[in-house]
C-alpha cells in the first residue's frame, strides 16, 4: 500500500514502469496481470452464484488496495455468506 500510495504522489506510470523495467518485472507483471483478471472474474462470477450483494465492490477496492487484500476479504465474506445460509433455515423433515 505504501508502494501505491507513493507512485500516487509522484505520478508514475505505474504499469508502463513495471513493463519498461525489463523482462523478468515484465513477466512478473504480466502473470499478476493475468491473476488479477482470473480472480476478478472468480469474484463477480461466485458473488452472482450465491446471491451476494456488490460483488463489484472487491474488484473496485482492489485497485485502491491490492488484490492480495480484496481477494482474501472477498473469500471471507464469502464463507461468512455459506455459513448465514446454512444456518438461517434448516430443513424441515
Known amino acids: 500500500w505504501v508502494f501505491n500510495v507513493m507512485a500516487i504522489i509522484q505520478m508514475t506510470d505505474f504499469i508502463g514502469d513495471l513493463i519498461r523495467s525489463g523482462p523478468a518485472v515484465s513477466s512478473i507483471t504480466v502473470?499478476?496481470?493475468?491473476?488479477?483478471?482470473?480472480?476478478?472474474?472468480?469474484?463477480?462470477?461466485?458473488a452472482r452464484r450465491?446471491?451476494?450483494?456488490?460483488?463489484?465492490?472487491?474488484?473496485?477496492?482492489?485497485g485502491v488496495t491490492?488484490?492480495?487484500?480484496?481477494?482474501?476479504?472477498?473469500?471471507?465474506?464469502?464463507?461468512?455468506?455459506?455459513?448465514r445460509l446454512t444456518t438461517a433455515a434448516p430443513p424441515r423433515a
Open 66 to 83: 491490492a488484490f492480495a487484500f480484496a481477494l482474501p476479504l472477498f473469500l471471507a465474506m464469502r464463507q461468512r455468506h455459506l455459513t
Open 31 to 46: 502473470d499478476l496481470l493475468v491473476v488479477a483478471i482470473a480472480g476478478s472474474v472468480f469474484i463477480i462470477v461466485e
Open 50 to 62: 450465491l446471491g451476494m450483494r456488490r460483488g463489484w465492490f472487491y474488484v473496485v477496492i482492489s
